[in-house]
């Protein structure tokens, strides 16, 4: 194997090492209060996890902006590509270059998710609309990394992505912290862009949702500020606008 891609997985497992035993440290930080809403417990390997009880938070414009700015580079392709799409992390990771239409602003999430309630048994491949910024962003990228169209995009893994997610989230100083996980970006997605008006279908089709799940798991009432929508609009730039 090549030593320059060899240096580099050394770096990014040294780094993910790091990572857990930061985020081990603030889960066993949690205070009793904070209990009362994660359940903490051990997996076999001895290390912890934790289990959310509310899954109701959402990112609000001005916490976004500050844990955005608190990430690493390496790590802030991966999140931009999570609120920009409100694709689920194995979603996301699976999108190879070829996957991206960047002239027409689209891509297609062709490894999703299964649902077996619907007697399905191969993913169900998802086009979905990006905005003209991200497209933008995305084709710096790609040629910056020379990447070809059978490459994947080289996005955190899930356990990188949950770990960077929690320090970034504190670096912000966002109290909750710990009320957040990856699947909080898909509910900020879709409650954004019922903020700015989208149609629920519409949101549901890019989500891969139906209705009733969107209604119960994503909507909340429209608490947001004119402020907020305008800061939204700077984030996603101009996906559904005509």
């Known amino acids: 194997m090549d030593p320059v891609i060899l240096d580099k997985i050394k770096e990014l497992e040294k780094e993910l090492a790091s990572l857990k035993a930061s985020s081990r440290k603030s889960i066993l930080s949690l205070?009793?209060?904070?209990?009362?809403d994660v359940k903490v417990g051990t997996r076999k390997n001895g290390t912890l996890y934790s289990v959310?009880?509310?899954?109701?938070?959402?990112?609000?414009p001005g916490e976004w902006m500050s844990f955005y700015d608190n990430l690493k580079e390496n790590q802030k392709m991966t999140f931009d590509f999570l609120i920009n799409t409100g694709a689920r992390i194995n979603e996301a990771i699976h999108v190879k270059v070829g996957d991206i239409?960047?002239?027409?602003?689209?891509?297609?999430?062709?490894?999703?998710?299964?649902?077996?309630?619907?007697?399905e048994?191969?993913?169900?491949?998802?086009?979905?609309?990006?905005?003209?910024?991200?497209?933008?962003?995305?084709?710096k990228y790609i040629k910056d990394n020379?990447?070809?169209?059978?490459?994947?995009?080289?996005?955190?893994?899930?356990?990188?992505?949950?770990?960077a997610l929690k320090l970034g989230l504190q670096r912000a100083n966002i109290k909750d912290w710990y009320m957040f996980s990856l699947h909080n970006l898909r509910k900020t997605h879709g409650n954004w862009l019922?903020?700015?008006?989208?149609?629920i279908g519409e949101i549901c089709a890019r989500l891969g949702h139906d209705h009733?799940?969107?209604?119960?798991?994503?909507?909340?009432?429209?608490?947001?500020?004119?402020?907020?929508?305008?800061?939204?609009r700077m984030i996603i730039g101009d996906?559904?606008?005509k």
């Open 146 to 163: 020379n990447l070809q169209d059978s490459d994947y995009l080289g996005l955190l893994t899930k356990s990188a992505a949950n770990h």
């Open 194 to 199: 019922k903020a700015l008006g989208v149609e």
């Open 239 to 241: 996906l559904y606008t």
């Open 121 to 139: 048994k191969t993913p169900r491949p998802r086009p979905i609309s990006v905005s003209s910024q991200f497209a933008r962003k995305l084709n």
């Open 31 to 36: 205070s009793q209060s904070q209990y009362s």
């Open 101 to 119: 239409d960047v002239p027409n602003k689209r891509l297609i999430l062709r490894i999703t998710k299964v649902k077996a309630a619907k007697k």
């Open 52 to 60: 959310r009880d509310n899954r109701d938070r959402f990112f609000y």
């Open 212 to 232: 009733n799940t969107f209604l119960k798991s994503y909507a909340s009432s429209d608490i947001f500020t004119y402020k907020d929508k305008q800061d939204m």
